[in-house]
Antibody, heavy 118, light 106 residues
Framework: EVQLVQSGPEVTKPGESLKISCKAS????????IGWVRQMPGKGLEWMGLIYPGDSDTRYSPSFEGQVTMSADKSVNTAYLQWSSLKASDTAMFYCVRQAADGYFGEWGQGTLVIVSS | SYELTQPPSVSVSPGQTASITCFGD??????VSWYQQKSGQSPVLVMYQDKKRPSGIPERFSGSNSENAATLTISGTQPLDEADYYCQAWAGSTVVFGGGTRLTVL
C-alpha cells in the first residue's frame, strides 16, 4: 500500500525557517515525482512544484519559485519542503502528493498545517 | 497563464444527477483529473485521464472532456458525496487546479 506520511503541525513566527517532511512507503521512491500542494485557510488547491527523488530534479510553479525549496533524501524515502524566512501569509495546509506517470496525483499525504504568527 | 474555471457551488437533491464543469481554453486537448475533498480531509482522486475511475471509486462517478469543458458527473448522488471538487490539468510543464466547486446534497 502506498503511503505518504507527513510531519506534524507547526506553529512558528515570522522570519523563522522551517522544514516539513513527507515520508513515502509502498513503492519505489526514486521512480516517481513527488509534488507539494498548498491550501490556504478556506481556499482552493495551489500547485507549488515537483521533485524527482531519483536525481533531485525540481520543477517549481512560477508562483513559488524562490519562495520555497524542495529536496529529497533517497536514503530515508523522504521529501522535504522548506522556507528560509516565513511570513504570516505562509499560513496554510501543505500536502505532499505522488504523481503518477500520466500526470495525476493518485496519493496524498495527510497534510501539514503551518501557522505563522507573531 | 492557463486557467481552469469552475462554478463555486452546485446543489443537487439526493438520488439526482450532479454535474460539475471545468472550463479551460482547448481543455479537450489535455487530460483532466478530478479530486474530491471532504471537510477536514485530504483530497482524493476520483477521476483521471478524463474518464477513468481509480480503484474504489463508485461507478456513479463518470467524467468527460471535450473542446473547452470537462465534466464530472455523479449519478444517484448520495449525501456522502457532499464535498469540494477540484479539476486539474497540465499546461506545459505547470500543474493547474480549478478553483473548486462545493457540491451540496440537500
Amino acid at each position: 500500500e502506498v503511503q505518504l506520511v507527513q510531519s506534524g503541525p507547526e506553529v512558528t513566527k515570522p522570519g523563522e525557517s522551517l522544514k516539513i517532511s513527507c515520508k513515502a512507503s509502498g513503492y519505489s521512491f526514486t521512480n516517481d515525482w513527488i509534488g507539494w500542494v498548498r491550501q490556504m485557510p478556506g481556499k482552493g488547491l495551489e500547485w507549488m512544484g515537483l521533485i524527482y527523488p531519483g536525481d533531485s530534479d525540481t520543477r517549481y510553479s512560477p508562483s513559488f519559485e524562490g519562495q520555497v525549496t524542495m529536496s529529497a533524501d533517497k536514503s530515508v524515502n523522504t521529501a522535504y519542503l522548506q522556507w528560509s524566512s516565513l511570513k504570516a501569509s505562509d499560513t496554510a495546509m501543505f500536502y505532499c502528493v505522488r504523481q503518477a506517470a500520466d500526470g495525476y496525483f493518485g496519493e496524498w499525504g495527510q497534510g501539514t498545517l503551518v501557522i505563522v504568527s507573531s | 497563464s492557463y486557467e481552469l474555471t469552475q462554478p463555486p457551488s452546485v446543489s443537487v437533491s439526493p438520488g439526482q444527477t450532479a454535474s460539475i464543469t471545468c472550463f479551460g481554453d482547448k481543455l479537450g486537448d489535455k487530460y483532466v483529473s478530478w479530486y474530491q475533498q471532504k471537510s477536514g480531509q485530504s483530497p482524493v482522486l476520483v477521476m483521471y485521464q478524463d474518464k477513468k475511475r481509480p480503484s474504489g471509486i463508485p461507478e456513479r462517478f463518470s467524467g468527460s472532456n471535450s473542446e473547452n469543458a470537462a465534466t464530472l458527473t455523479i449519478s444517484g448522488t448520495q449525501p456522502l458525496d457532499e464535498a469540494d471538487y477540484y479539476c486539474q490539468a497540465w499546461a506545459g510543464s505547470t500543474v493547474v487546479f480549478g478553483g473548486g466547486t462545493r457540491l451540496t446534497v440537500l
